[in-house]
């Protein structure tokens, strides 16, 4: 009994993951043009990213991110990996999106989530077609609950993937405004971000972009594929949620700093250590925390 509180302290950062992947997997491919005369955005020929993952202040893992676009085709590879109560829970990820760009928007094509704790593991792939989901497998299966808001065929219908998601805001000339359709294999929600200020963040070595990020808040908004029950109530009605957005203009991008996320049981958090960005006949990006 005395390790329930801890037991369910992981649990809701597991849940809390989602939005983690939701709201700023992408971590790094965050693209939009930098002014109001700017021309469609080009993607850099490969985005690298290192993030720091922390809860309740505790260090507690890491994640990493690879963004590889060539043409109007790209390829977006993430993997994390905590480990709690010193070792003793540990959790690892792999996730990958595949997709072009059109119109200046991912229009993805596939996309699989893995992950792992200790021997047991499970995994969940999706396909994509004229801008739906077109297949959705679960290894091992999932059975349908009756507990679960039912994913109807109008759900997926013009929804992007988690990491394909932040691409999005490629066609936005304002980092924190837009509303985003995500379906993750299980669950279909949106994010919705705002404006809420600024902050200024510092480097170990200067690397010549500006030095303020934007601040964006994230409202959760559950669709289907969740339980309705008093944690999903809480995360929709938290108005606390945000990521911090860095402008980097010589790559006509924004690139996230920090993602935080608040849950009933505590702060999770993304902080990133170094950021790469490569261009075709230009010279490397490099962003160092």
């Known amino acids: 009994m005395k390790r329930m509180p801890v037991a369910r302290e992981f649990a809701s ?48 893992g890491s994640f990493a991110f690879q963004a590889e676009a060539e043409r109007d085709t790209y390829n977006l590879k993430g993997s994390a990996s905590l480990s709690m109560l010193l070792g003793a829970i540990s959790w690892t990820s792999d996730i990958r999106a595949i997709g072009t760009v059109s119109d200046k928007l991912p229009q993805p094509s596939a996309y699989a989530f893995e992950v792992k704790s200790g021997s047991r593991g499970m995994m969940t792939r999706m396909g994509f077609e004229d801008g739906a989901v ?72 200067p690397s010549g972009q500006p030095s303020v990020g934007h601040v964006c808040r994230v409202r959760y908004v559950p669709i289907a594929g969740h ?32 993602i935080s996320i608040p849950t009933p049981m505590g702060t999770a958090t993304l902080t990133s250590k170094r950021v790469e960005i490569a261009q075709t006949g230009k010279p490397r990006i490099a962003l160092l925390y």
């Open 13 to 60: 950062f597991l849940s809390a993951s989602k939005m983690l992947r939701a709201s700023c997997l992408a971590l790094g491919i965050l693209g939009a043009t930098t002014s109001a005369q700017a021309q469609a955005p080009t993607w850099p020929a490969n985005l690298k990213a290192e993030y720091e993952v922390a809860f309740n202040g505790f260090g507690i």
């Open 134 to 205: 077109n297949s959705v497998a679960h290894m091992p299966p999932q059975p349908p609950k009756p507990e679960i808001v039912p994913v109807r065929a109008q759900h997926l219908k013009g929804v992007v993937d988690p990491l394909s998601a932040m691409m999005m805001l490629a066609s936005s000339q304002a980092p924190c405004d837009r509303r985003i359709p995500i379906f993750d294999g299980r669950e279909r929600f949106d994010l919705v971000f705002s404006r809420k200020g600024e902050v200024r963040i510092s480097e170990q070595s």
């Open 227 to 258: 339980k309705p029950d008093e944690y999903t109530q809480k995360m929709a009605e938290n108005r606390d949620i945000e990521v911090v957005l860095r402008p980097v203009p010589s790559a006509h991008m924004f690139v996230p700093y920090q």
